[in-house]
């Protein structure tokens, strides 16, 4: 069973920016977020396999950036230049293997507001 420790999140100003962190038990293949806003379906913001490939949504492109420590099996994703639509609970995944189950973490708020 991997666990998921996320921190971070919090208020942030628009334009600002903020890191957050998540760190899995065990061997893991991939990590990475997904967000949900109010109303909408959660969505996959950013992975990195443990190879160092990554994705990012369209929205986050130029903004976030993802990246990993592997002997802690920890990742950073650091966002920049938020907008108000980025306000959300962010949720932490990881998986062991391409096609094995998911795993998630607790949920942080992020909400970027004046």
């Known amino acids: 069973q991997v666990q998921l420790v996320e921190s971070g999140g919090g208020l942030v100003q628009p334009g600002g920016s903020l890191r957050l962190s998540c760190a899995a038990s065990g061997s893991i293949y991939v990590m990475g977020w997904y967000r949900q806003a109010p109303g909408k379906q959660r969505e996959l913001v950013a992975s990195i396999t443990k190879y160092g490939i990554t994705m990012y949504a369209d929205s986050v492109k130029g903004r976030f950036t993802i990246s990993r420590d592997n002997a802690k099996n920890t990742v950073y994703p650091q966002m920049y230049s938020l907008k108000p639509e980025d306000t959300a609970v962010y949720y932490c995944?990881?998986?062991?293997?391409?096609?094995?189950?998911?795993?998630w973490g607790q949920g942080t708020q992020v909400t970027v507001s004046s």
């Open positions: 995944y990881a998986r062991e293997g391409p096609f094995t189950a998911t795993y």
